[in-house]
């Protein structure tokens, strides 16, 4: 039975707090179509408890089991082999999350919130919570059923928001982290070479599944003459990312919809009565390594300016979970510098007797990010929005476009950034280690970061030496540094940690600006063009190079020729798209690109920094080493497919499946890396096909009259993680479908839903301490 969509009238939990308006009104949950849960309440306690209850209606499981990560006791419940959703092996991500989360940075956090913050936070534990009493009398879902799955607390709902700071640092660290030994010592590392290539992989594929396109139009280019916005992040479809959809009012107060992560009593990503806003994960740096010079009496001393300093020693406990059931504390020592954390990356990050390495990451010491979420949603104007950005800086690893209804479009890369210009980086850093990980010299206290007394954290940027532009035609990002948001006005001079120019652009947002030349040649920007740009899957990368493809496979292929003909025949035959009903040519496509561009000089035009759009391009298959790389690719693609059982009339939608409850539903897109705007990761399976783990998430239009906001949106994968919730899979299909709705905003969208349903929930004082019910 979908409990998702069954409302049961209102009812009454015991959770002592201070009465308020919310409890004597009580808490409305008004669902429309998908599922979409409007939310509204007369005070922010009462709107968190109307959030946590309608997210754990939808996605108890999910964030039952996000606790168990968050605080370190996955071992002690499913064992310390077993792998987390990121496959991370349980035993490392509880030493991270137990040292991430200590009591006294969980407190540290939790004081530095207002009081309306504070309010949502344990409003949604209350509200999960009286959901959870709830689901047990009616039995949990199958996925969760064990001693795992208790009541929360506002201490997990800021442990979940922690580990979101440390995406973008130290969270991608946590084998490096746990593993980190000094030498010669006798303790168990957790050390797994297996683990460490997942988590090099992991770190790589950071960009591609926290990725996002995003695309602001403002009044010069659109169809009225006011803002125009579309948010496509690219998240993951499972675990601690993935999109909630929901709209949020408190009347007077806050009147918000769009998209949020779990466990987060506010909106990421959306629009409200006058403005709309999305995130792209930006190309700046939210941490440093310091290379430690070791004394050489004791690896665990280093030099500081020619003084031996101890490191220090904290001994982390994790519960772990024996064969024969019994549960036993396993101790394990975290050292650190001044600088933070040693970590230690077998061949890339190594801790011998004369060096070790210390990660520093700016977003820990973040305890603004709720803060600043809360007073986005609440921004009127755009003004306001930038505004709330420059003096809270509580935004972590992102950064953030907005319109508002007059027409103005906003880019702003004001995240965490550590203080380091470009002039202390020269001295500080070895050149060789280049500045794709930043490397600064931990022997000398001046290569710390500087500190601005205007930031408002130490060692940070302040917001006004960051990048941010205004315009009226347009901005786009597609996860490149700040530099060509609009060529008409680059944004360059900045810190390399801020922002580089003079680098090869992603393919998507090359494709970005062709196709926002081509319309500007059709007139005004209207809903649809925004929505073709995801929707047509067009594969940019394609049209650079599949003429150069062709001119190959119409030369003398020698002994290979009856071998590649399927593939030439397929390449020849594909639309250059990745519909459901595009053909073999988009697989061997993706293989043959995947494989040249470990290749060297394979561009017959080479980037150049003044003609950033357009280059590099052209396969030069006319140079003998780019030709047998080629011949080499292809032979490749032909030996894969064969293996996973393709066949030529074998069709995209045929291969790319997303599974839920049993049933597998075709899915559109694919590589962002070959400019497919609607970018889709996924991984083989064992039947030959390919599962989707992440990329297009929440979509959103909004564009706005004199009367507000008009949004048409999607969550690609649906509402509900519960396989049987009727809210599993509606969605998905509509994706697949490449069919948007309507987002229903204003009170007559709601009430006039189809589907529209009301629950109202109530939470009062009950002196008697029980759950009563009326």
Known sequence: MAFAGVFLGFSVSAYAFSPSSSAETGTEIRRTGFGVPHIRAQDERGLGFGIGYAYAQDNLCLLANEIVTVNGLRSRYFGPDQVT?????????????????????????????????RDLVEGYAAGYNHYLAERRQQGLPQQ???????????????????RLLVEGGVGQFAEALAGATPPQATAQRVQDAQAFQLADTRQQRFALDRGSNALAVGSERSFNGRGMLLANPHFPWVGAMRFYQMHLTIPGKLDVMGAALPGLPMINIGFNQHLAWTHTVDSSKHFTLYRLQLDPKDPTRYLLDGKSLPMSKQTVTVQVKQADGQVVPVAHDIYSSQFGPVVQWPGKLD??????????????????VLTQWYAMNQASSLEQLQDSVHKIQGIPWVNTLAVDDKGQTLYMNLSVVPNVNAEKLAKCSDPRAGTQMILLDGSNSACAWDVDPQAAQKGIYASSQLPQLLRKDFIQHSNDSAWLVNPAQPLTGFSPLISQDGQPLGMRS??????????????PLGVKDLQQMVMDDKVYLAAQVVPDLLKFCAADLGADARTLKPVCTSLKEWDGRANLDSGLGLVHFQNIMQAMQHSADIWRVAFDPKDAQHT??????????????LRE???????????????PQTRWGDIQVVSSGGQQTPIHGGPGQLGIYNAIQSVPREDGKLEVVSGTSYLQVVTFDEKGPHAQGLLAFSLSSDPASKYSRDQTEAFSKKQWSVLPFTEQQIKADPQYQVQTIRETLDKAGKVAAQ
């Open 85 to 117: 959703v990121e496959a991370r092996p349980n035993r490392v991500s509880d030493v991270f999350f137990t040292w991430l989360n200590p009591p006294e940075a969980v407190n540290t956090f939790w004081q530095a919130q207002p009081a309306q913050v």
């Open 144 to 162: 969760c059923q064990g001693e795992w799955v208790r009541d929360i607390t506002s201490a997990d709902l800021v442990k979940l928001t922690r």
């Open 351 to 368: 801790w011998n007797n004369q060096f070790a390495y210390s990660l520093r990451d700016a977003n820990l010491d973040n305890d603004r």
């Open 510 to 523: 090359r494709f970005a600006l062709d196709r926002l030349g081509s319309l500007s040649k059709k007139g």
């Open 616 to 629: 590099p391009r052209g396969l030069a298959v006319e140079q003998p080493a780019v030709a047998q790389s």
């Open 633 to 647: 690719a292809m032979l490749a693609s032909v030996a894969a497919t064969n293996k996973m059982g393709l066949k």
